[in-house]
């Protein structure tokens, strides 16, 4: 099913338009008002894969915003992915596979990059997992409205790029998550 899909690059403020339709159908209302980080302030994406269908539709999105952390008091540059979403009716057939593949690849055009951090549900940690992501069980802080806080709301998964992923520590991602 996945041959005849087209992975684009973009831009994350230009694409927004791009991927409505999607984020409508993956996030309607009712799910919406439920997910456990429907009150959190997030960074928004600075660059996209965009994974369309043969008839141009977006099927698959993967967001990912670069920034400089902190990494037991070490400057680090992350890859921040998020807003990782399939048409539902086309989950279960490769799209975020070859998303998130996209978006590793991506991670590669900066040099400086150590790592990917994702912040993830429980429920999708498994689909993570098998694409080379794993458990960062050390603690991440996170700026909100409120000031600096202890970000626990979701599951963190991390993948090396040029570096090894931590496992542990503290990590100050120094903003918004994604």
């Not at 991927?19 to 959190?40: E, K, Q």
């Not at 952390?69 to 680090?76: I, K, Q, R, Y």
């Not at 994702?118 to 069980?137: A, I, Q, R, T, V």
Request: glycine fraction near 12%; hydrophobic fraction near 45%; proline fraction near 6%.
């Amino acid at each position: 099913m996945t041959s005849r899909l087209t992975v684009t690059k973009a831009g994350g403020i230009e694409s927004r338009p791009l991927i409505a339709a999607l984020s409508a159908a993956v996030y309607p209302p009712d799910v919406l008002a439920a997910v456990p980080w429907r009150n959190v302030q997030s960074a928004r994406s600075e660059h996209r894969i965009l994974v369309t269908d043969r008839d141009e539709v977006v099927v698959g999105v993967a967001g990912l915003l670069i920034r400089m952390g902190m990494l037991d008091g070490n400057p680090v540059q992350i890859g921040g992915v998020g807003g990782v979403m399939t048409m539902p009716a086309r989950q279960g057939n490769g799209i975020g596979r070859v998303a998130m593949e996209a978006i590793a690849t991506m991670m590669h055009d900066f040099p400086k990059m150590q790592f990917g951090l994702l912040f993830c549900e429980p429920k999708n940690m498994g689909f993570y997992h098998k694409l080379g992501w794993y458990s960062f069980d050390g603690t991440v802080e996170v700026q909100q409205e409120n000031g600096r806080q202890t970000y626990d709301i979701m599951r963190v998964m991390v993948l090396p790029v040029y570096g090894e992923a931590p496992q542990q520590g503290q990590l100050d991602i120094c903003g918004l998550p994604w």
